[in-house]
């Protein structure tokens, strides 16, 4: 599992007050398998639609955001049998755009990682027949 910790703006419980909390998020298969569940949706299918929007500087549905997010502090706190800091109506009620738009961010960088995908767009390759002159 890929893992990394984020911080998000929590309801203190019962209150009206908040708080900086702390969660881990985590990618592997049941990241995967949590976001399915979750959203009804394979995750290739989610970054296809969300992908061309976050680069045109746009938030994908919010929806499926968050449940990718959720996905990863699920698979996380599943693994090692604790309860996540961050509740689902953390996400939607209290953590900032700027925190959700970091997570999705993580999100798209654990999967990187854990995939072993490399920055940027590749190389690109000479066509054939240019090059080295043969002799």
């Known amino acids: 599992m890929i893992k990394q910790n984020v911080t998000f703006t929590c309801r203190i419980d019962d209150t ?13 298969y049941a990241t995967e398998i949590a976001f399915k569940d979750l959203a009804g949706q394979d995750i290739s299918d989610f970054l296809t639609e969300a992908l061309p929007l976050i680069q045109d500087n ?20 599943e693994s090692i049998g604790e309860k996540s800091p961050v509740k689902d109506t953390d996400l939607m009620n209290e953590a900032t755009p700027l925190e959700i738009g970091t997570a999705l961010g993580t999100f798209l960088s654990l999967r990187a990682e854990f995939y072993h995908i490399p920055n940027g767009e590749p190389a690109e ?8 002159a043969k002799n």
């Open 58 to 77: 746009k938030m994908p549905d919010i929806k499926k955001s968050i449940y990718a997010i959720l996905s990863c502090m699920i698979a996380y706190y």
């Open 125 to 132: 390759k000479p066509a054939k027949g240019k090059g080295k």
């Open 16 to 28: 009206d007050k908040t708080e900086q909390r702390t969660a881990t998020m985590g990618y592997c």
